[in-house]
C-alpha cells in the first residue's frame, strides 16, 4: 500500500496482536500515521500480556499508549491484555488506547465496557474485512483504526463502527 | 440543541492544529445545515481550514452567517441561505456560485428540512468519479429515519453529546473542534469507502 493516512499519531507505540489481512492494514496505516509497532502473542495470560508491552517498550524505548487486539471473535473482551494494560497504564501514570478488531456482527459493547476505563479508552471495529478484502475497504479500515487510536478521537470512547453498510447488515454496529 | 460546552482542550493539542493536510480539501464543497451553532462553526472550521469552500444553510440568514462567517476568515469562497427556499434551487446556486456539493453535513436538523435537501441532493446530478457523502449530527436519543435505505451516496451519522463526557470515562466536556474533526474525518478521502456507520461521540460509558 503506497497511500497513507496523515500523521494523526505523536509517534506512540503500538502493540498488534492478531493475524490477517485487515490486522496487518491497520498496523500499516498506523505505523504511516506515526506509531512504531510491535507485535504480541495471543495469550489468555495476564502476565504474558504485560510481558509482551514491556517488551514492546523496552525495544521502543517509549512506552506503549496503544493496543490493537484482534482474537478472530475468541477473545473479544481481550481478557488478557486489558488487564495486562491497564496495570501497565496505572503504574506509568499514562493514558493509553485499546482498539479492537473483530468480524462483522461481533457484540463488542459488554467488551467496551469492561475494557474502558479513566486512563484506558477502549474502541472497537467490527468488519467482514478483518481478516481479508480489496484494498480499498483495507485502507479504510487502517484509516479509521489510525483516527480512533489518535487524540483527535479522544472523546470517542467506546465507539464500534465498522467500515460499510455490509457490516451494519449483520445487526451490529 | 444545547452550547454549554466548555472549551478544554483534548490531550496534548487543541483546534488549531489542523487534523488534516493542508488542501485535502481544495476542490471540494460543503454544504452545512444548522441553526449556526458553535457545533457548527467549529464543522465550518474543520473544512474551510484545510481548504474547503462553505456553503451555509440556516432558519435565516444571521443563523446561516454565522458559519459562513467561518470559511470567509479562512479566506474561502462562502455562501448563505435560509432553508426556506427550495433545496434544489439552492443546490443549483451553490453549485454555480462555489461548485458542486461534496459533502453535505446536517447539525441537529430538523427531519423534514433534512429529508428535503437529501432529496435534493440525491437528485443533483455527479461526475461518477467524484466522491459525494452526507454526514448526520444528533443527539445520541434520536431515531435514524431519515438515513435509512440506500443512496446515492455516503451517509454516516454522529451521535454525539459534548456536555456528557463531564460525568463519563473521559472527565471533561468535548470541544466542538473534536466534532469538527470527526465530521471532517468522515468526509475525508481516507474514509471513503466508509459507509451507513453511526459513531458516539459523547466521552464514554460510566
Same mark, same amino acid.
Given at each position: 500500500m503506497s497511500r497513507t493516512v496523515p500523521s494523526w499519531l505523536d509517534d506512540p507505540v503500538c502493540v498488534v496482536v492478531g493475524h490477517g489481512d485487515g490486522v496487518e492494514a491497520a498496523a500499516h496505516e498506523l505505523a504511516a500515521a506515526g506509531a512504531t509497532i510491535a507485535r504480541g502473542p495471543i495469550t489468555s495470560d495476564p502476565a504474558a500480556a504485560l510481558g509482551a508491552i514491556e517488551a514492546a517498550e523496552k525495544a521502543a524505548r517509549d512506552p506503549v499508549t496503544i493496543v490493537l487486539h484482534a482474537s478472530g471473535g475468541q477473545d473479544v473482551a481481550a481478557t488478557a491484555y486489558g488487564k495486562a494494560f491497564t496495570v501497565y497504564l496505572e503504574n506509568r501514570e499514562l493514558n493509553g488506547a485499546f482498539l479492537l478488531l473483530e468480524p462483522a456482527g461481533t457484540d463488542a459493547r459488554q467488551a467496551l465496557v469492561e475494557l474502558s476505563g479513566p486512563r484506558l479508552r477502549a474502541n472497537a471495529i467490527a468488519t467482514n474485512y478483518a481478516y481479508g478484502g480489496p484494498l480499498k475497504k483495507l485502507r479504510a479500515l487502517g484509516a479509521l483504526a489510525a483516527y480512533l487510536a489518535s487524540d483527535y478521537a479522544a472523546y470517542v470512547y467506546g465507539a464500534c463502527l465498522g467500515v460499510d453498510r455490509s457490516d451494519s447488515q449483520q445487526g451490529h454496529p | 440543541m444545547s452550547e454549554h460546552v466548555l472549551k478544554l482542550d483534548?490531550? =496534548?493539542? /487543541? %483546534? &488549531?492544529? $489542523?487534523? *488534516? %493536510?493542508? #488542501? +485535502?480539501f481544495s476542490e471540494d464543497v460543503v454544504?452545512?445545515?444548522?441553526?449556526? !451553532?458553535? !457545533? #457548527?462553526? =467549529?464543522?465550518? &472550521? =474543520?473544512?474551510? !481550514? +484545510? /481548504?474547503?469552500s462553505v456553503a451555509a444553510v440556516g432558519p435565516d440568514l444571521p443563523a446561516a452567517k454565522r458559519v459562513s462567517g467561518i470559511a470567509a476568515g479562512h479566506g474561502r469562497k462562502s455562501l448563505e441561505a435560509a432553508w426556506a427556499a427550495d433545496p434544489?434551487?439552492? *443546490?443549483?446556486?451553490?453549485?454555480? &456560485? *462555489?461548485? %458542486?456539493? $461534496?459533502?453535505? +453535513? !446536517?447539525v441537529n436538523v430538523d427531519d423534514k428540512v433534512l429529508s428535503a435537501f437529501l432529496k435534493a441532493f440525491e437528485g443533483v446530478p455527479s461526475d461518477p468519479g467524484m466522491m459525494r457523502n452526507c454526514v448526520i449530527i444528533s443527539s445520541p436519543s434520536k431515531s435514524d429515519q431519515v438515513t435509512n435505505g440506500t443512496r446515492q451516496f455516503r451517509i454516516n451519522h454522529i451521535e454525539v453529546d459534548l456536555c456528557r463526557g463531564a460525568e463519563g470515562l473521559v472527565g471533561r466536556a468535548g470541544g466542538t473542534f473534536e466534532l469538527g474533526w470527526a465530521v471532517a474525518f468522515f468526509c475525508s478521502p481516507y474514509a471513503r469507502e466508509i459507509d451507513g456507520q453511526r459513531l458516539r461521540l459523547d466521552g464514554g460509558m460510566v
Amino acid at each position: 500500500m503506497s497511500r497513507t493516512v496523515p500523521s494523526w499519531l505523536d509517534d506512540p507505540v503500538c502493540v498488534v496482536v492478531g493475524h490477517g489481512d485487515g490486522v496487518e492494514a491497520a498496523a500499516h496505516e498506523l505505523a504511516a500515521a506515526g506509531a512504531t509497532i510491535a507485535r504480541g502473542p495471543i495469550t489468555s495470560d495476564p502476565a504474558a500480556a504485560l510481558g509482551a508491552i514491556e517488551a514492546a517498550e523496552k525495544a521502543a524505548r517509549d512506552p506503549v499508549t496503544i493496543v490493537l487486539h484482534a482474537s478472530g471473535g475468541q477473545d473479544v473482551a481481550a481478557t488478557a491484555y486489558g488487564k495486562a494494560f491497564t496495570v501497565y497504564l496505572e503504574n506509568r501514570e499514562l493514558n493509553g488506547a485499546f482498539l479492537l478488531l473483530e468480524p462483522a456482527g461481533t457484540d463488542a459493547r459488554q467488551a467496551l465496557v469492561e475494557l474502558s476505563g479513566p486512563r484506558l479508552r477502549a474502541n472497537a471495529i467490527a468488519t467482514n474485512y478483518a481478516y481479508g478484502g480489496p484494498l480499498k475497504k483495507l485502507r479504510a479500515l487502517g484509516a479509521l483504526a489510525a483516527y480512533l487510536a489518535s487524540d483527535y478521537a479522544a472523546y470517542v470512547y467506546g465507539a464500534c463502527l465498522g467500515v460499510d453498510r455490509s457490516d451494519s447488515q449483520q445487526g451490529h454496529p | 440543541m444545547s452550547e454549554h460546552v466548555l472549551k478544554l482542550d483534548p490531550p =496534548a493539542f /487543541g %483546534p &488549531d492544529r $489542523n487534523f *488534516l %493536510p493542508d #488542501a +485535502v480539501f481544495s476542490e471540494d464543497v460543503v454544504m452545512i445545515l444548522s441553526d449556526g !451553532s458553535e !457545533s #457548527a462553526q =467549529a464543522i465550518a &472550521d =474543520a473544512f474551510a !481550514s +484545510v /481548504g474547503a469552500s462553505v456553503a451555509a444553510v440556516g432558519p435565516d440568514l444571521p443563523a446561516a452567517k454565522r458559519v459562513s462567517g467561518i470559511a470567509a476568515g479562512h479566506g474561502r469562497k462562502s455562501l448563505e441561505a435560509a432553508w426556506a427556499a427550495d433545496p434544489s434551487s439552492l *443546490l443549483r446556486k451553490a453549485a454555480g &456560485d *462555489l461548485g %458542486p456539493i $461534496n459533502h453535505m +453535513v !446536517s447539525v441537529n436538523v430538523d427531519d423534514k428540512v433534512l429529508s428535503a435537501f437529501l432529496k435534493a441532493f440525491e437528485g443533483v446530478p455527479s461526475d461518477p468519479g467524484m466522491m459525494r457523502n452526507c454526514v448526520i449530527i444528533s443527539s445520541p436519543s434520536k431515531s435514524d429515519q431519515v438515513t435509512n435505505g440506500t443512496r446515492q451516496f455516503r451517509i454516516n451519522h454522529i451521535e454525539v453529546d459534548l456536555c456528557r463526557g463531564a460525568e463519563g470515562l473521559v472527565g471533561r466536556a468535548g470541544g466542538t473542534f473534536e466534532l469538527g474533526w470527526a465530521v471532517a474525518f468522515f468526509c475525508s478521502p481516507y474514509a471513503r469507502e466508509i459507509d451507513g456507520q453511526r459513531l458516539r461521540l459523547d466521552g464514554g460509558m460510566v
